[in-house]
């Protein structure tokens, strides 16, 4: 029995050296390593992304007014033309013989205004005198009046007969370049219901745009002027420049989904870019050259009780945003003033000098860092409040 109650107070003993141990020299020393930032001058921006339609800035539908048979093409694909000149023919037999019958009407009718007039002149001078009676001056009036107005109509369908014969020679409308041709010699064309469509011709290929479709969440950022860069599949190594010129009110739906249309000037002076072709656009919403910026998160750091060792401690301000850095043992907080940011970078307008290192984070390591770190990144968690406090907590 004497035995027994030795080893059990031998177990005893063991279990409570092994507990002590634990809680005290059992664990290994934990090592604290921060990263750090020097703050220096940068660029920041923000950018969206979307994908837009290369247009000429200016393309004219060319068609025709009258129906009748394509009889000559001056103009194919690719052709450059001058503003006036003929481009295409429609057969003009039976517009020239529309003119014709209405001349002759013409005529007719101004003939009859010539009898009309003189009768009426006749039937005037003897009613003055009291030879005829007022039916009949009336009558001679009435038709030296039908007469005038004959020869008016007459007038205006020889006007219109020479207008249509006159659509029948096609000329273009302006200077630039023919994209597409929809017709070919021989084809009849009927503008019955609606002009048909002949050519379509482009002022300025140097000059083009792209319309791109930005997404509801994203075009509040959006601004005439912002500088644009897009690539398009055709030259996947080259980058263009161009800038927002316009931001269009009209929404467009399509399966739920809300976009507006931003026109974006695209200089093409070597005449890479071809209309239709699909560009993938980046416009850069904020841009900012040549200011004192940290990472975002070195605003979020904040030391912890878990990082202090006995010697250090922590000088803090009251201030909305600050930056700490590691002077000797004392860990000081800098109230600044931030300005721009794009969630990854923030500028610091004042209150740090530039080439100060900051502290941007922390890593435990050794011992039950883990578990430490963890206490150490849990915000509820309770913080030193002042440095008297943290003294002598660390005490």
Do not use: C
Not at 7 to 30: D, H, N, P, R, T
Not at 46 to 71: R, W
């Amino acid at each position: 029995m004497k035995n027994k109650k030795v080893w059990m107070g031998v177990g005893a003993i063991a279990i409570i050296a092994l507990i002590v141990w634990l809680l005290s020299g059992g664990k290994k020393e934990e090592k604290v390593s921060f990263e750090t930032y020097k703050v220096e001058r940068q660029n920041i921006h923000t950018s969206i992304t979307a994908t837009g339609t290369i247009e000429p800035v200016t393309s004219v539908t060319v068609g025709t007014q009258v129906s009748g048979i394509v009889s000559k093409l001056y103009v194919d694909y690719n052709s450059v033309v001058k503003k006036g000149q003929v481009i295409a023919e429609l057969d003009k037999t039976n517009l020239t013989s529309e003119l014709k019958t209405a001349k002759a009407n013409l005529t007719s009718a101004q003939s009859t205004l010539n009898y009309e007039t003189a009768n009426y002149n006749r039937y005037k001078t003897l009613y003055d005198k009291g030879l005829v009676s007022a039916n009949d001056y009336e009558s001679a009036l009435l038709s030296y009046r039908k007469a005038q107005e004959t020869v008016n109509t007459a007038h205006e369908s020889v006007a219109k007969a020479q207008t249509n014969l006159g659509y029948a020679t096609i000329t273009s409308p302006i200077d630039g370049v023919v994209l597409s041709k929809s017709v070919e010699e021989g084809q009849t064309v009927a503008a019955s219901f609606n002009t048909p469509e002949l050519f379509t011709i482009a002022q300025d290929l140097t000059d083009m745009r792209v319309i791109a479709d930005i997404d509801e969440a994203d075009i509040g950022g959006v601004k005439e002027g912002q500088r644009v860069t897009f690539t398009v599949d055709a030259f996947p190594d080259d980058k263009f420049e161009g800038e927002v010129t316009q931001v269009r009110q009209e929404a467009t739906t399509t399966s739920n989904v809300v976009t507006y249309e931003v026109v974006i000037s695209a200089p093409n002076a070597d005449l890479k870019l071809k209309p239709g072709l699909t560009a993938n656009v980046t416009i850069y919403t904020l841009e900012k050259n040549d200011i004192m910026a940290v990472p975002s998160k070195a605003l979020r750091f904040m030391p912890t009780e878990a990082i202090l060792n006995k010697d250090q401690q922590i000088e803090d301000v009251e201030a909305p945003n600050k930056l700490w850095t590691l002077e000797g043992n004392t860990f000081k907080a800098h109230k600044v003033e931030t300005g721009t940011t794009n969630g990854m970078v923030t500028e610091i307008v004042s209150g740090i000098s530039e080439g100060t290192e900051v502290l941007v984070d922390f890593t435990l390591s050794g011992g039950d860092a883990q578990q430490q770190d963890e206490k150490a990144q849990n915000p509820f968690m309770p913080r030193p409040r002042n440095n008297k406090n943290n003294n002598q907590q660390k005490k």
